[in-house]
Structure formats: C-alpha cells, structure tokens
Nanobody, 115 residues
Framework: QAQLAESGGGLVQAGGSLKLSCAAS????????MDWHRQAPGKQRELVAA???????HYADSVKGRFTISRDNAKNTVYLQMNSLKSEDTAVYYC?????????WGQGTQVTVSS
C-alpha cells in the first residue's frame, strides 16, 4: 500500500505564503493524478488542486491565481505553493493519489491563517 506524507503546514498571517509538500513512498507515475484536498472545521472536504500524470492542472475557483500545484517526478513529491493566504484558507490539507477507482490519502497537515 502506497503512503503519502504531507509537510509544510503551519501558522501564517493573512497575505503570507506557505509551501506544502507531499512525499510518496513509490513513484508518483503509479498514480493517475495527485490532488490536494482540504477540510475546514464544520465544513465538507473539498478539492483544492489536482495535477495529472501528464502535468495538466485543475484548481478550485477559490484558489485560482493564488495556489500552484506542481510535481517533481524524480523526488516522488507533489507541492502546493500557497500565496496571498486568507483566513478562509485555514484547514487541514490532505494529499491524495488516485489509481483506478482507488484513492490513497495522506494524514493531513494543518494550515492556519491568522487575520
């Protein structure tokens, strides 16, 4: 079973930046796509950004122009660069990898944006 490990979360002031990393225990080419999801307190989990094995990207409207997803295939790592952070970006951020009908989840990393 593949494992995903997120890092890079923390506390940041509104307007600041953070870069999340997701390290996979195997080649990320084994996944059709790698995604970042987030879940804020009292809210449903939502897709934030996705990147396919071919490099195509997709973003939620709420983060377009502020967040950038990227991948380093040699390091088996996916990143989420988050700029111009807002208090509403506060959430636990999860890295996921899809493979066929299955999805592997990381343990999550907390991002807190203070206003």
């Amino acid at each position: 079973q593949a494992q995903l490990a997120e890092s890079g979360g923390g506390l940041v002031q509104a307007g600041g930046s953070l870069k999340l990393s997701c390290a996979a225990s195997e080649s990320i080419f084994n996944f059709n796509a790698m995604d970042w999801h987030r879940q804020a307190p009292g809210k449903q989990r939502e897709l934030v950004a996705a990147i396919s094995d071919g490099g195509s990207t997709h973003y939620a409207d709420s983060v377009k122009g502020r967040f950038t997803i990227s991948r380093d295939n040699a390091k088996n790592t996916v990143y989420l660069q988050m700029n111009s952070l807002k208090s509403e970006d506060t959430a636990v951020y999860y890295c996921t990898g899809t493979r066929g009908l299955g999805r592997v989840w990381g343990q999550g990393t907390q991002v807190t944006v203070s206003s």
